[in-house]
């Protein structure tokens, strides 16, 4: 042993008498993956994670440059995009790493969906699931308008009008999203300490209770591939299902690194809420098939306002996701059942053609 490992160990030494660093070492030690043809499914939450960091660290570093008021928020970032140093890359990177984040989150949940990994004892992991998703939604429509560009203004106009159209609670809503009746820089200011404080302090709790789940349980096996004969060999985490971890987050962090350099974020115009709203507003692509949804219906359903009966739809929607694990009955008896998975099968495909109609549509107007 060479005086530098020495050194090593009486570090060691010294912080494992104090925090218990051993312990750690033989936890995460027992630590084993299974192996079988759905394991890719496994990497997903670890990217999700990963990009979530991203977010956290190109995030720290924008808020430096960054002033949230509506005299000085536009300036702010076009300086940082022109006149600070590599500020152009750290704006990109946090765009397209929040896109890429929702992206793989969407997948993450689908796969556990699919896999069944809700299972008993697993609802907690999934009913966490279900509010980190809303937060990253959260995210990603508050940190759309910080720019103050034109686009960000009229679609956070008509996404807190959506949100205003909620029966009952609706117009408060409205105004607390807004701080007032009309988006101004005091609602600016308002999505901004929602953006840097709120959420992240919500996400750190919902995350830890996640993660502390999937810690306690372990990975899943989905129940197709259970009781199956001459299972392979689990993998260990430490090293082996961790170095492939690290080589998907590198692959990541190269994409990133070429998106942001040959597709840079960009600022457009300054909102000038006395202008006419531009032709073409459109959300961010993962609201936009509950967008499209609501487009779609008619003006009155049964004597009530379609985009009424849209809101309330999706918020069944989103309950009934939230309570998958305690309706799919069947799955938590250990009977084998199809009906959630053509559930989810349906979910999966109305996503994705009202997003791509989104789109198609949006294009031609
Ligand atoms: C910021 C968002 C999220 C992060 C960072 C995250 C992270 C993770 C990680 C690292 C794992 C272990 C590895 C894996 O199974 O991929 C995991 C497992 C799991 N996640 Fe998430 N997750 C997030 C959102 C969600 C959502 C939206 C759901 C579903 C509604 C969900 C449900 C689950 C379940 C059920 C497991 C256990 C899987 C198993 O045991 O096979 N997670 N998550």
Redesign the pocket.
């Known amino acids: 042993m060479d005086t530098g490992e020495k050194r090593h160990s009486r570090v060691w030494e010294w912080l494992d008498r104090r925090v218990g660093l051993a312990e750690v070492e033989k936890l995460a030690k027992k630590k084993q993956v299974p192996v079988h043809r759905h394991t890719f ?6 990217m ?2 990963f990009l ?1 960091l991203v977010q956290v660290t190109t995030g720290i570093l924008l808020i430096f440059y960054y002033r949230p008021s509506a005299e000085e928020a536009y300036e702010s970032v076009q300086f940082l995009m022109s006149g600070v140093e590599f500020g152009w890359l750290i704006r990109s990177i946090h765009s397209w790493a929040a896109n890429l984040m929702i992206f793989t ?1 969407f997948l ?2 689908f796969s ?2 699919l ?1 069944k ?2 299972r008993s004892p ?1 609802e907690v ?2 009913l966490s ?2 509010g ?2 809303a937060l ?1 939604l959260g995210f990603g429509f508050t940190g759309y308008l910080l720019p103050w560009n034109e686009l960000a203004y009229f679609a956070t106009k008509v996404g807190t009008e959506i949100t205003g159209a909620v029966p009952l609670v609706g117009s408060f809503l409205l105004r607390v999203l807004r701080g007032g009746d009309e988006v101004t820089g005091a609602t600016l200011t308002r999505f901004f300490g929602i953006h840097v404080a709120v959420l992240p302090a919500l ?1 750190m709790l919902l ?1 830890g209770l ?2 502390f789940m ?1 810690q306690k ?4 096996v989905p129940p197709s591939l259970e009781g199956q004969e001459n299972p392979k060999r689990p993998m260990p985490f430490l090293p082996n299902f961790l170095l492939r971890d690290m080589v998907g987050w590198l692959s990541a962090l190269a994409i990133l690194g070429a998106l942001a350099a040959f597709f840079p974020a960009d600022l457009g115009l300054k909102a000038d809420p006395f202008a006419p709203a531009p032709i073409g507003i459109k959300p961010e692509w993962y609201f936009m098939f509950m967008f499209k949804t609501l487009k779609y219906l008619p003006a009155h359903i049964l004597g009530i306002e379609g985009e009424i009966v849209g809101i309330l739809g999706f918020g069944i929607g989103g309950l009934f ?1 939230l309570l998958v694990p305690f309706l799919d009955r069947p799955t938590a008896r250990g009977e084998r059942s199809h009906l959630f998975t053509w559930i989810g099968i349906m979910v999966i495909v109305f996503v994705i053609v009202l997003t791509y109609l989104g789109y198609t549509e949006v294009a031609t107007q």
């Open positions: 499914w496994y990497y997903l939450g670890g999700t994670l979530f989150l993450h949940l556990v969906w896999l990994a809700y697993r992991t999934w699931g279900v980190l998703l990253a996400t995350l996640h993660l999937v349980h372990g990975m899943s996701l």
